[in-house]
Nanobody, 113 residues
Framework: VQLQASGGGLVQAGGSLRLSCAAS????????MVWYRQAPGKQRELVAL???????NYGDSVKGRFTISRDNAKNTVYLQMNSLKHEDTAVYYC????????WGQGTLVTVSS
């Protein structure tokens, strides 16, 4: 399975970005999907997840600001990030819950304060 995360970039604090995670080789609709992030010098942390039925859950630090969604027809999972903060700066990855597929490069989000 190849996962391609995209949509990152440089944004000012308070701004918004939408990340996309496209997959080839598997139908993402069959899996609970998760967005993770890893900031420099820190461990990877869960940001948001979405079940096959569309139920979502979020890390405490992003609740109310980030929204995870999926478009099964496009085999893509999204992460809408609003009210971005400097501490959201990280490389963002998507993967399935449980035993992960190959992680890929992720997409870098840099929030300037």
């Amino acid at each position: 399975v190849q996962l391609q995360a995209s949509g990152g970039g440089l944004v000012q604090a308070g701004g918004s970005l939408r990340l996309s995670c496209a997959a080839s080789g598997r139908a993402l609709s069959m899996y609970m999907m998760v967005w993770y992030r890893q900031a420099p010098g820190k461990q990877r942390e869960l940001v948001a997840l979405i079940t096959t039925g569309g139920t979502t859950n979020y890390g405490d630090s992003v609740k109310g600001r980030f929204t995870i969604s999926r478009d099964n027809a496009k085999n893509t999972v999204y992460l809408q990030m609003n009210s971005l903060k400097h501490e959201d700066t990280a490389v963002y990855y998507c993967n399935k819950a449980g035993t992960p597929w190959y992680w890929g490069q992720g997409t870098l989000v840099t929030v300037s304060s």
